[in-house]
């Protein structure tokens, strides 16, 4: 069993930068893929960036150029920085995990972490 605890959240203004921060508890995660996810109100959970073992990464297109997906195996962590942030990046975020699928599709992770809040203001 994997536990996932976000961190990192909060309120900023259009152009500052933000640090999500995900702890992977339990089992080990070392070759997991990894996800961030993001969930605005009134819209489906999508697809932010993941990360593989290897450290694949991929981005939704939105955010490309802004956003960075990073994990560190040994603290069992994985990071999203958020740059440039835009009042469209509102939502709130969650971490997912997967030992067998690395993709868009969320009902495919097994693990989530609860979610943390994104909002910025123009």
């Known amino acids: 069993q994997v536990l996932l605890v976000e961190s990192g959240g909060g309120l900023a203004q259009a152009g500052d930068s933000l640090r999500l921060s995900c702890a992977a508890l339990?089992?080990?995660?070392?070759?997991?893929?990894m996800a961030w996810f993001r969930q605005a109100p009134g819209k489906e959970r999508e697809l932010v960036a993941l990360?593989?073992?290897?450290?694949?990464?991929d981005y939704m297109d939105s955010v490309k150029g802004r956003f960075t997906i990073s994990r560190d195996n040994v603290k069992k962590t994985v990071n999203l920085q958020m740059n440039s942030l835009k009042p469209e990046d509102t939502a709130t975020y969650y971490c997912?995990?997967?030992?067998?699928?690395?993709?868009?599709?969320?009902?495919?992770?097994?693990?989530w972490g609860q979610g943390t809040q994104v909002a910025v203001s123009s």
């Open positions: 990360i593989s073992s290897g450290d694949y990464t």
């Open positions: 339990g089992r080990t995660y070392r070759n997991f893929y």
């Open positions: 997912a995990a997967s030992p067998y699928y690395s993709g868009s599709d969320a009902s495919r992770y097994e693990y």
